[in-house]
């Protein structure tokens, strides 16, 4: 079926010299693979390597058969070309963070279309705005809505919680973060991306990223945490 759709590039495999496998998440029909052939081709090409970089949008027509194997592009442009991200270290940094987080975490092959939407308004907040230091950490948590583990916090006064059931309780289990943890966890639900004055100090801020991998880990099987972590902690530092 031939298919007119936006999509967001969540990740890249290099096959044999030339080619590509492309990982993208869909307007239309939600997780779908590409092979891109000739993409580091030397002659003019309308499938670049550029095109393909991590989470850029894009519009593509394709031959979707949906049998599970690779599908193919017929044409691509850019849905929209990126100001800051691509000389911003900081913003390229967190768009290959988060890149790698939505390459283990989004695992539907369904279309969904208010996923997508918080996907393309996110990352083009972050091309137009000056960095959030809290962008990534807001990001992850509000994903989580989407996933289907966003914690919930029906008594306002509960502040303890409880990573496995995704809960605030008023009782310290086993499988409770700290008072102080969950306190902070609390406050980062609060935060919408222009909240650029309420900020978290470093530690902060890594206790936070901490926690919210180790909920993915407990909720997302297969979720590992992203190689590039350790390039987003030396930057936030």
């Known amino acids: 079926m031939n298919v007119k759709t936006k999509a967001i590039v969540l990740s890249t495999v290099k096959y044999q010299e030339k080619s590509l496998i492309v990982k993208c998440f869909t307007e239309s029909d939600g997780l779908k693979s590409y092979f891109i052939q000739s993409a580091f081709s030397t002659r003019k090409s309308n499938q670049k390597i550029a095109y393909f970089q991590p989470l850029n949008l894009l519009e593509i027509e394709a031959n979707h058969k949906n049998k599970g194997t690779l599908e193919h592009i017929k044409e691509v442009k850019l849905a929209y070309n990126y100001q ?15 890149s790698e987080v939505l390459h283990h975490a989004i695992l539907e092959e369904e279309k969904n279309d208010t996923l997508f939407a918080f996907l393309e308004t996110s990352f083009l907040w972050l ?27 029906e008594d306002t006064d509960a502040n303890c919680f409880e990573m496995i059931e ?23 639900m609060e935060l919408k991306f222009d909240d ?24 997302l099987q297969g979720f590992k945490k992203p190689k590039s972590l350790e390039v987003l902690k030396e930057i936030f530092n």
Request: glycine share 4%.
């Open 166 to 188: 995704g809960v605030f309780t008023s009782y310290q289990g086993v499988n409770c973060l700290s008072e102080n943890e969950s306190i902070l966890l609390k406050k980062l």
């Open 196 to 219: 650029i004055s309420k900020n978290f100090s470093k530690k902060e801020r890594q206790v936070l990223l901490k926690i919210i991998l180790d909920y993915y880990i407990i909720h």
């Open 84 to 98: 800051s991200i691509s000389v911003d270290f900081t913003k390229n940094a967190i768009v290959f963070f988060l």
């Open 127 to 153: 091309d137009t705005h000056v960095t959030n230091p809290n962008f990534h950490l807001i990001f992850l948590i509000e994903l989580t809505k989407f996933l289907g583990f966003y914690p919930q916090l």
